[in-house]
């Protein structure tokens, strides 16, 4: 039980008798340096124990033999050595970080860095405000110091900067210490209130908070800051964008309490701005420093935000929120400052180099997803609770505020990520360093460590949530065994999990099960096909189908969200495995966060659950508000790629690894229609006064009649068939939005029939692209000859998808038709007539294009697709011919789940099914069709004579012979007449849109960026103008 | 035994029809040929260029599913007609209308067209995909204004059942679809010669740019197929459409109600065949642009009348 | 011994198809023509009525002959009277109207069509050219008989003969198919090697198959 | 014209004149001046279209004469560019840089005549006579009544009359004692 006095006073004495010991050995002042470091986390870490553990009371310490308010106080608390343990920890190992640097650096910067922790353990604990001030003073001048450690032009006028602007803020807080003396009679912060100051005395408390809030870097006063962030020492950044802001923060919090309301309040929405700006303007950064010296500016603005906000909360909820943000920005921003001393390459576009080394690979990732607010790490849970505060409190701007930032955060980060990852390697790869790798490693250790603690102890999630993060390890472990036994492994743990989770408590809970778990199961037949070892791949895979699993037996709000989270980010890496895939996955991962915060703030609107069951029981008897079902719907249907918002899914389809994009179509899609059931649910009994799913009910017939239009014009095979899956999306989004009983009997229907033929589909054309090595379909043609297995799938597929009868896509057609019929969605179901009659096109496209016609000289020798790829086909096609033969599988089923919402619409007679408008039968039709095709059949081989079976090139023609089949082949640009009748009809309007609104955001970030001008005179006018601003905001 | 005379029965109903289809096929030629101021060809001339096609001694085939396209085609033929309802209240020309309502006739039509176009494919010459291409399109292109008429029609009888909808054309003339709900018959005559593929809508098989399209590679019996297959498959439509708005056939003796069928699809047929001797051929934009324009406003129209009027 | 033979005969049967460069054969079949024996004798007869009224013209005019083919189709001679339609592949027709002179660039198309015709196919030569080469007899690119090249059922003389010669020739060829005498398809297939050797004689680049199915 | 004419003189000695028409013209050049003249006439007197490029078999004088003839749309006058080339060694410049559509005529003459054009793109393909093996067939030493018999089996029993007296004896041995058609234009 050392008293910290000792922290400060051995820090300034060793700090001092550096110089004197280094003359003798750098050794000796290397380990004194280290030493006091080390005694400094470890007294903290020592007193946090005891305060956590132990409930010993808040230590107060008086000097000089005084009690406060005569002497200088200071205070260690809770809260106090929480902060100091972290600060000094990030001291530390910032230290060893520069351990090389150091070494060799002149003794100054070793005192000057003692010097400056100390200023910061100071300025944390101290309750005086002149005392404060000393500390502020020995604290900037550290700096200032430190900050041309460097010794580059570059960081000397950064330096000089930071100096200007410092010497402002501190002229500011003098004077505000001045006349708060003046007004209250002292300078014990316990000893004040607010309530001393009249009119003219808030002028004092202005002086003094406007002083700590420039040192806080506020939008738009804060261009020196950057130029320091990004010219100094990545070691001694890290400790100034952490350690220091840290100390001024908890600085900005200690007042807080003296500060009238009005005050605080201003200052949350500037710190709402800065943090909105800050990532903004990180948009259109390339420089790894600059661009996170931004993000430190928002993430700092985002705390004093979610400090002023979070104001009247019950205390928990304020460690948790405050205190999660607050370890977020700690690690996440030290390690990539360090990860930034590392790489040692300023563009972002080379830190691909890290690429030659997993683990800081691996590091990279988790501090780059720790910050964006990425489960399971501290910033997910704490922005989710600040939502939630955010709602209640009513303050909307401020929440669309900062969940922009927060996009504009993940789109720069997700950018830097995707670049990272997928980008070609050019830069030269640096030397490691094994000192600056352990001390970042360690920041990571924390990361995880806090993410456990938070799910582990403050939610109490059980083992099953975890799961999907629990896979990811399990597989990372064993990563070096080969994919086909990792494969294997893989589906045994997908069907002991389906196993796991089986009884379920509802009969829509098993259909979805049987859609996610076991069409999952199946998919991954057809990644065994790898070979090699396919690092990460089966973790991620695992992780995003344990987390469709956890969907449906999700109890809560949180666990929903958790897992849509955790789905989003697995399926976001999977995407990322693509080739080409950099641009794919951005784009998926930016409209999949900006649909989870509209779902996020939609839960938060939304009342609170009783009971324990899963929430498509509990959802069906909580009336959800009309913003909530808006908010919601909008971001179940961003994930279902409705119109508007698809433009994310046909790239993502495409530029996935083949057998991962079956994943995505066929399963991942059906995510966004359960949840938009979920909300349908709630609608059946309280249908809000405007009829919303109404137009959700338009919205998915355009959906599918424009996912028709776009996937008859592609060239590229998966691109076709991912608008084709973003049409037939549509088709269920509008008979979910039916809300009637024939309506979710169809959707359901479809979504089936949808899962087990558009993986077909995919699959069969992953085994062709893995023969062909091309998804350009006019590339292809005649494979036929050479395919038949895989030929038989496409045209049963395009069959079922199609709605011809016998097959099962007719009975979508039926039901989806009579419902809409009967529901009087009439145009709509005329609208969807029309897609269905346009989804021909396509499907001709694919078959023809692909299998029929000429058979190019390249796939001569071509063998038929890998028996892994044929495997689930298959099983799906027998799937499909079972449903269709005897469609009463699936529609008494159906009609049963249905039959929990509505009344019945339907009559089920032996193998007909009546609704009141027609009737079908789908076991006469099948008999019918055979017949039709038999005799017909026996007619030809009766009458058709000797037949001669002819090749390729024997086709009709008199002048000149077909010259390639590569020119005979009619495949490109087939419907070229059809997009010349559309005419403006035909332009990708959406794609224009989204594209505009991305260059506009970048333009904009590019014209603020103009206020930095790099001019130290210029940043401090800026200071006084923000002053005066802030004073006239605040009308003081 | 209940099988056996429900196939006796479809036999029977089959055979009337393609003679009866190919009759009128042969008819029209006559008719073209008499516009054109020629004599023509005789009427059961489709009935010897079957026999011919059929006798061919060497039969070209490209492949499996090239060897099936015709059987596909034939087997929609069949399948359109066996699920139409020829005749009100008769069990002969009943047909299998169990299996299913107007949706499954509708759908059943793309069921020899899909088979049909896969088999062209595989004959790999190029004029068959571009027709194929310029047939499928122009299809997605008549399907709007078809389907919007058949939407009125279902919310005015609130029936998709086909038998339900002649049976309540019955009574008097004035009861037919054609007089209760004008505009939804409008929008589906045009589309009607769009199915029909005559001029100004003959872009498909357009024998002077493509040579007759889809079926280029297609001889002897596969050939003799399709022209079987085209009379069956003229005589199903026009049944459909004589049943859904035009008050079907119906009486009580069987042979006077075939009568009232074969005057009513000769009529019927007759439009699209006047419509097309007298108009050049489109351009395939034209087509489709045409289609989605002023019929499918007419078609809009229909249905905004009747669910809202 | 025996089973030797039959290979023999197997590859006897293909086609070399020498004038196709190696990587295009694959692309073409390299069956022989067979002879087809004709239906029994009544079913045959039927077959045949049916023939010569269903006569399916290949729409390839191959010279000047080709003009008369016009008023042929319209309203003025109106040969669809007589069951003549014209069809635009050879795939589907069954006669073959070799129009006039025929020089060695169109021999060579005429004789691909005419193999691409699936049989029974009749073939009427129609003007002098055809038969004896007429008023270039003496030029170095118009052949003399087209006999010699694929087998011919009607001559029609005359430069150019009227369409009243043409339908006369056409009943001539519809008496022929009736009594069954038309059976060039066989006379070709039986034949095949000598009108080869005469085709390969004047065609020198011989840049397809040796039959084009 | 004439000015033009009178320009060309400038340019070259011994020029050669042969007026056909009011709106025909023939000039007799040298084989070393085409180039020079050819482009002379386009680019500065205007004759910008080529309507055909021909050859002549002068097996007399041993020589072959090509033809460029050039047409002039604002007087409207078609002149003929006349080339004497050697019938033994037939070998001409390449004129398909002047008009790139001119390789497709030369090419057509090389099979014909047998003359080469070094340099024209794609002169070796054949044009017309696919495959041809024999002289070139326009070639006045080309025997193509030989070559028929020789190659086209000629049928037997051929027999030929002068048109005008079979005529006369067929037909219309009373022919000026007929009574004359009138028709409507008359």
Redesign the interface.
């Known amino acids: 039980m050392v008293s910290p006095i000792y922290i400060l006073i051995l820090s300034l004495a060793i700090g001092f008798l550096l110089s004197v010991i280094d003359k003798t050995n750098r050794k000796f002042s290397l380990t004194a340096f280290y030493g006091v470091l080390t005694f400094n986390v470890l007294v903290i870490a020592d007193w946090f124990y005891r305060f956590l553990f132990l409930g010993v009371p808040t230590l107060t310490i008086n000097t000089a033999g005084f009690r406060a308010p005569v002497s200088i106080n200071l205070q260690l608390g809770v809260q106090e050595s929480f902060v100091l343990l972290f600060t000094n920890l990030i001291g530390l190992f910032a230290a060893i970080f520069l351990y090389k640097k150091f070494k060799e650096s002149n003794i100054s910067s070793l005192t000057l860095y003692l010097i400056l922790i100390m200023g910061v353990n100071g300025l944390v604990m101290t309750r005086d405000l002149f005392n404060m001030y000393v500390f502020l003073e020995i604290l900037s001048i550290s700096t200032y110091s430190l900050t041309s450690f460097g010794k580059t032009g570059k960081s000397l006028s950064a330096g000089f900067k930071y100096m200007l602007a410092g010497v402002t803020a501190s002229t500011f807080f003098l004077l505000g210490v001045v006349f708060i003396y003046y007004f209250s009679g002292n300078l014990n912060i316990d000893f004040i209130q607010a309530s001393q100051f009249t009119n003219y005395g808030s002028i004092a408390l202005f002086l003094l908070s406007i002083a700590i809030f420039i040192e806080l870097k506020p939008f738009p006063a804060n261009g020196w800051a950057l130029d320091v962030y990004e010219a100094v020492d990545s070691g001694i950044v890290s400790v100034i964008a952490v350690v220091n802001s840290a100390a001024i923060l908890f600085l900005f919090y200690k007042i807080m309490p003296i500060l009238p309301e009005r005050f605080l309040n201003v200052f949350g929405i500037a710190g709402v701005i800065t943090f909105l700006f800050s990532n903004m303007l990180a948009l259109k950064q390339k420089k790894a420093k600059r661009l996170l010296g931004y993000s430190s500016i928002g993430q700092v603005g985002l705390l004093v935000a979610s400090l002023v906000f979070t104001a009247n909360a019950p205390q928990h909820l304020i460690y948790l929120i405050v205190g999660g943000f607050f370890i977020n920005h700690l690690i996440s921003k030290a390690g990539l400052f360090w990860l930034s001393g590392i790489v040692k390459h300023e563009n972002i576009s080379d830190w691909n180099v890290l690429r030659g080394n997993r683990s800081l690979l691996i590091l990279f990732g988790i501090f780059l997803f720790a910050l964006a607010g990425i489960p399971p790490f501290a910033g997910f849970w704490a922005k989710w609770e600040l939502v939630k505060l955010l709602v209640h409190s009513k303050m909307l701007f401020a929440l669309s505020a900062i969940l922009l930032g927060s996009l504009f955060e993940i789109i720069f980060l997700f950018r830097w990520f995707t670049l990272t990852v997928k980008s070609d390697i050019a830069a030269t790869i640096p030397r490691w360093d094994a000192s600056k790798i352990f001390s970042t490693s360690f920041l990571g250790v924390i990361a995880i460590f806090f993410a456990a603690m938070i799910m582990k102890v403050y939610y109490g999630f059980s083992l099953i949530h975890i799961l999907p993060v629990l896979a990811v390890l399990v597989i990372d472990i064993i990563d070096f065994l080969p994919s086909k036994v990792k494969g294997l492994l893989s589906l045994l743990a997908v069907l002991a999990y389906g196993y796991y989770i089986y009884p379920f408590e509802s009969n829509i809970q098993l259909f979805f099960g049987i859609i996610f778990i076991v069409g999952s199961a199946v998919n991954i037949i057809s990644t065994l096909n790898r070979t090699g070892k396919s690092e990460g791949f089966y973790g991620f895979l695992l992780m995003m189908i344990f987390s469709f699993g956890n969907l449906i037996i999700a109890t809560n709000y949180l666990e929903f969200f958790l897992t849509w989270e955790f789905m989003t980010i697995s399926s976001f890496l999977l995407i990322l495995r693509g080739k080409q895939a950099q641009k794919a996955s951005l784009m998926y991962m930016i409209f999949s966060t900006a649909g989870a915060y509209l779902m996020m703030v939609g839960f938060a609107f939304a009342p609170q659950l009783m009971g324990n069951s899963p929430l498509v029981i509990s959802l069906a008897n909580v009336q959800l508000p009309l913003i909530s079902i808006i908010l919601l719907s909008i971001g179940f249907m961003i994930k279902s790629g409705s119109l508007g918002v698809h433009i994310w899914l046909p790239e993502a389809h495409a530029e996935a690894e083949a057998d991962v994009s079956s994943f995505i179509s066929a399963i991942l899609l059906k995510a966004g229609v359960f949840g938009l059931l979920l909300v349908g649910i709630s609608y059946v009994k309280f249908a809000p006064s405007f009829d919303i799913f109404y137009w959700v009910g338009w919205i998915g017939v355009l959906t599918a009649i424009v996912g028709a239009f776009l996937a008859s014009f592609q060239e590229d095979a998966k691109r076709l068939l991912a608008y084709s899956s973003m049409s037939q999306v549509g088709y269920i989004v509008a008979a979910i939005a039916m809300v009637s009983h024939l309506g979710w009997v169809s959707a359901l229907y479809l979504a089936f029939n949808h899962m087990m033929f558009k993986s077909a589909l995919f699959i069969a054309v992953a085994g062709i692209y893995y023969r062909t090595h091309t998804r350009n379909m006019y590339e292809m043609g005649?494979l036929?000859?050479k395919m038949p297995l895989s030929?038989i799938t496409v045209?049963i597929s395009i069959?079922a998808v199609?709605?011809?009868?016998p097959l099962s896509g007719?009975g979508a057609?039926?039901l989806i038709?009579?419902a809409f019929?009967s529901n009087?969605w009439?145009?709509q179901?005329?609208v969807l007539?029309?897609a269905s009659?346009?989804s021909?096109?396509y499907?001709?496209r694919i078959?023809?294009s692909i299998f029929?016609?000429?058979l190019k000289?390249e796939h001569?020798d071509i063998k038929e697709a890998p028996v892994w790829f044929i495997i689930p086909q298959y099983i799906f096609l027998g799937g499909i011919m079972a449903i269709s033969a005897f469609p009463n599988l699936i529609i008494k089923p159906l009609n049963k789940i249905a039959m929990h919402y509505f009344g019945s619409s339907i009559r089920i007679d032996g193998y007909?099914i009546f609704s009141?408008?027609?009737?079908?039968?789908g076991h006469?039709?099948m008999l019918?069709?055979m017949?039709?095709?038999i005799?017909?059949?026996l007619?030809?081989l009766l009458?058709?004579?000797?037949?001669?079976?002819?090749?390729?090139?024997?086709?009709?023609?008199?002048?000149e012979?077909p010259e390639s089949?590569q020119t005979?082949?009619?495949?490109h640009n087939?419907?070229a007449?059809?997009r010349?009748?559309l005419?403006g009809w035909g332009k990708p309007r959406i794609w224009n849109f989204w594209h505009s609104a991305s260059e506009w955001t970048h333009s904009l970030a590019d014209y603020f960026r103009h206020i930095y001008t790099g001019n130290g005179q210029t940043y401090v006018l800026h200071i006084i103008l923000y002053v005066v601003v802030i004073y006239i905001v605040m009308g003081v | 035994m209940d099988i056996i005379i429900r196939i006796l029965y479809a036999v029977i109903s089959i055979l009337v029809a393609t003679v009866w289809g190919l009759t009128l096929t042969g008819i029209v030629r006559k008719i073209y040929a008499r516009v054109h101021g020629r004599f023509g060809p005789p009427v059961w001339q489709p009935f010897l260029d079957i026999i011919q096609t059929h006798s061919r001694r060497v039969a070209i085939s490209h492949g499996y599913m090239f060897f099936l396209g015709p059987v596909f085609r034939f087997a929609g033929g069949l399948g359109t007609y066996l699920f139409i309802p020829v005749i009100l209240g008769s069990t002969v020309f009943g047909n299998f209308s169990m299996g299913g309502d107007v949706l499954l006739v509708m759908y059943f039509i793309f069921f020899g067209q899909l088979g049909m176009a896969l088999g062209a494919g595989e004959g790999g010459h190029p004029y068959s995909p571009m027709g194929i291409a310029r047939g499928l399109s122009q299809m997605s292109a008549f399907e709007v204004p078809f389907s919007l008429a058949i939407i009125s029609v279902a919310i005015q009888y609130h029936s998709l059942n086909i038998t339900t909808i002649v049976q309540a054309q019955q009574g008097s003339i004035l009861n037919w679809t054609l007089f209760t709900n004008p505009l939804a018959v409008i929008a589906a005559m045009i589309s009607l010669l769009g199915m029909n593929g005559h001029a100004p809508f003959s872009i498909v098989m357009a024998p002077q740019e493509i040579p007759i399209g889809p079926p280029i590679e297609m001889n002897g019996s596969f050939l003799g197929i399709l022209q079987t297959n085209r009379g069956l498959f003229a005589a199903a439509k026009l049944i459909l459409f004589m049943n859904l708005f035009f008050g079907g056939a119906a009486h009580p003796n069987i042979l006077v109600a075939l009568l009232i069928m074969m005057i009513k699809t000769f009529f019927i047929y007759m439009f699209s065949v006047f419509v097309g001797a007298s108009f050049p051929r489109f351009r395939p934009e034209q087509s489709f642009r045409f289609f989605l324009k002023w019929p499918t406003a007419i078609g809009i129209l229909a249905i905004l009348y009747i669910a809202y009027l | 011994m025996e089973k030797k033979d039959l290979n023999e005969i197997e590859k006897e049967m293909k086609l070399a198809n020498e004038g196709l460069p190696e990587k295009e054969r694959i692309l073409f079949s390299d069956a022989r023509p067979s002879r087809v024996e004709p239906l029994n004798k009544y079913l045959e007869q039927f077959v045949n009525w049916a023939r010569a009224r269903s006569l399916w013209l290949l729409a390839f005019g191959t010279g000047c002959g080709a003009t008369e083919l016009r008023p042929l189709m319209t309203s003025r001679f109106d040969v669809s009277r007589f069951g003549i339609a014209g069809r635009p592949t050879p795939r589907q027709a069954s006669v073959f109207i070799i129009g006039g002179y025929a020089s060695i660039k169109t021999i060579k198309r005429i004789v691909r069509s005419y193999e691409q015709m699936q049989g029974p196919k009749y073939v009427i030569a129609l003007g002098s050219c055809t038969i004896n080469g007429g008023m270039y007899y003496d030029s170095y690119n118009t052949i003399n008989r087209i006999d010699y090249y694929i087998p011919v059922d009607t001559y029609i003389a005359g430069c150019m003969p009227r369409p009243e010669a043409l339908i006369a020739g056409f009943n001539r060829l519809k008496e022929k198919i009736q009594k069954g005498e038309c059976d060039g398809m066989n006379k070709y297939a039986d034949n095949f090697d000598w009108y080869k050797k005469n085709q390969k004689q004047i065609i020198k680049d011989w840049n397809m198959p040796d039959y084009n199915w | 014209m004439k000015n033009i004419l009178k320009r060309l003189n400038e340019k070259i000695d011994d020029l050669v004149v042969v007026k056909q028409r009011d709106d025909l013209y023939f000039i007799k050049v040298k084989r070393e001046h085409t180039d020079f003249i050819l482009r002379y006439l386009k680019l500065d007197e205007n004759f910008k279209h080529l309507d055909f490029m021909q050859a002549v078999d002068y097996i007399e004088n041993n020589q072959f004469q090509l033809t460029y003839m050039l047409y002039n749309y604002e007087i409207k006058i078609n002149l003929g560019i006349n080339v004497m080339i050697d019938r033994e060694k037939a070998e001409m410049d390449s004129m398909h840089r002047i008009w790139p559509h001119l390789w497709q005529y030369q090419r057509e003459i090389h099979e014909m005549y047998g003359i080469n054009f070094p340099g024209s793109p794609r002169v070796d393909e054949s044009f017309v006579l696919e495959g041809w093996e024999e002289m070139p067939p326009m070639r006045r030493d080309f025997d193509t009544l030989e070559y028929s018999k020789r190659t086209f089996y000629p049928r037997p029993g051929r027999s030929t009359n002068d048109p005008k007296e079979y005529m006369k004896e067929k037909l219309y041995h009373d022919f000026a004692k007929s009574p004359k058609i009138r028709r409507d234009d008359e």
């Open positions: 005649g036929i000859k030929y045209l069959i199609s709605g011809v009868p007719f057609k039926w038709y009579t019929i009087g009439y145009l179901a005329g007539f029309f009659a346009v021909f096109l499907l001709y078959i023809h029929l016609g000429q000289y001569q007909s009141e408008l027609g009737h079908w039968d006469v039709v019918v069709t017949g039709a095709f005799v017909p059949l007619i030809l009458l058709v004579g000797k037949t001669q079976k002819v090749k390729q090139f024997n086709i009709v023609y008199a002048a012979r089949p005979t082949h009619v495949a087939m419907y007449h059809y010349k009748a005419g």
